[in-house]
């Protein structure tokens, strides 16, 4: 069975953004001595709960306002969480994380270590409203499909392959990348599963839409020098509203380095197939 690269970026993405947590956060092992989560710190704060009228519920950290962000997507293992802030109104039981998947600390997590069964909740910086950040595989939107969507994170180095949409029926486009030979990953673009305005996750990409993916500076790591250019191969895939998988015959082959950018249009439909270039 062939499995969709969307799906692949998974486990890779993850590696690569673990191993990129370490060098920006000096998450360790030792840290997480017995896969525990981390304790309080000698000096913990108490966070607060904001109700407003313009943002809903927020808490304020480190001067940064967040809002409730989605739900667990699969499993949430101890070793995820990175830095234990503090905890949430009084109660030293419902404490908040940073997360070593997640070095910008775009998002937090918290989590009541009493509730067994209780699910964490994710929470994002309200500044990046709107824009494509990096997020973790395992943090799903429940509340907004608009938050970003995209394979681009603006806050990495990134070369980026921004495609026009001429297309009809398309549920998700992704692409798998190398670098010098190497296999580097793969990243894609579809709308988010489990907002209210798409709450099946079968809402189609509309036509006209400009679509970016991303080749960063993560997925060289440990591979690649990120200053040097090196020469690029791309292939796509467009997986229609009817669940198929559609590869495309186009090869993108260029020299690049990251800090640059191109341009593609996608077009056709699923009964006739797709073209890019």
Same mark, same amino acid.
């Given at each position: 069975?062939?499995?969709?690269?969307?799906?692949?970026?998974?486990?890779?993405?993850?590696?690569?953004?673990?191993?990129?947590?370490?060098?920006?956060?000096?998450?360790?092992?030792?840290?997480?001595?017995?896969?525990?989560?981390?304790?309080?710190?000698?000096?913990?704060?108490?966070?607060?709960?904001?109700?407003?009228?313009?943002?809903?519920?927020?808490?304020?950290?480190?001067?940064?306002?967040?809002?409730?962000?989605?739900?667990?997507?699969?499993?949430?293992?101890?070793?995820?969480?990175?830095?234990?802030?503090?905890?949430?109104?009084?109660?030293?039981?419902?404490?908040?994380?940073?997360?070593?998947?997640?070095?910008?600390?775009?998002?937090?997590?918290?989590?009541?270590?009493?509730?067994?069964?209780?699910?964490?909740?994710?929470?994002?910086?309200?500044?990046?409203?709107?824009?494509?950040?990096?997020?973790?595989?395992?943090?799903?939107?429940?509340?907004?499909?608009?938050?970003?969507?995209?394979?681009?994170?603006?806050?990495?180095? $990134?070369? +980026?392959?921004?495609?026009?949409?001429?297309?009809?029926?398309?549920? =998700? %486009?992704?692409?798998? !990348? &190398?670098?010098?030979?190497?296999?580097?990953?793969?990243?894609?673009?579809?709308?988010?599963?489990?907002?209210?305005?798409?709450?099946?996750?079968?809402?189609?990409?509309?036509?006209?839409?400009?679509?970016?993916?991303?080749?960063?500076?993560?997925?060289?790591?440990?591979?690649?020098?990120?200053?040097?250019?090196?020469?690029? $191969?791309? +292939?796509?895939?467009?997986?229609?509203?009817?669940?198929?998988?559609? =590869? %495309?015959?186009?090869? !993108? &082959?260029?020299?690049?380095?990251?800090?640059?950018?191109?341009?593609?249009?996608?077009?056709?439909?699923?009964?006739?197939?797709?073209?890019?270039?």
């Amino acid at each position: 069975m062939k499995i969709r690269p969307i799906k692949k970026i998974s486990k890779l993405m993850t590696a690569l953004a673990l191993g990129a947590a370490f060098l920006f956060t000096g998450c360790s092992a030792f840290q997480l001595f017995g896969n525990r989560a981390p304790e309080l710190p000698d000096n913990p704060q108490s966070f607060k709960k904001q109700d407003t009228d313009s943002s809903g519920i927020v808490i304020e950290v480190n001067g940064r306002k967040y809002s409730p962000f989605g739900k667990l997507n699969g499993k949430l293992d101890n070793s995820s969480f990175r830095e234990c802030l503090g905890y949430l109104d009084n109660d030293k039981n419902d404490r908040v994380y940073t997360l070593c998947e997640e070095p910008y600390d775009n998002y937090l997590v918290t989590k009541n270590i009493n509730g067994i069964m209780e699910q964490p909740m994710f929470w994002r910086d309200r500044s990046t409203y709107g824009e494509d950040i990096f997020t973790p595989e395992y943090i799903v939107s429940d509340d907004d499909v608009y938050w970003g969507r995209s394979g681009c994170y603006h806050e990495m180095l $990134e070369f +980026r392959i921004r495609i026009t949409l001429e297309a009809d029926d398309v549920k =998700e %486009l992704s692409m798998e !990348y &190398k670098g010098n030979g190497l296999d580097l990953g793969t990243c894609g673009v579809k709308n988010a599963v489990g907002g209210l305005k798409n709450p099946d996750g079968n809402l189609p990409l509309k036509r006209g839409e400009e679509l970016d993916l991303s080749i960063t500076e993560l997925s060289l790591y440990g591979k690649l020098e990120k200053e040097k250019p090196f020469d690029c $191969e791309c +292939r796509f895939f467009v997986e229609s509203l009817d669940g198929k998988l559609h =590869e %495309l015959d186009h090869v !993108y &082959k260029k020299t690049i380095k990251l800090g640059g950018k191109d341009t593609l249009t996608l077009t056709g439909n699923a009964k006739d197939g797709y073209k890019i270039g």
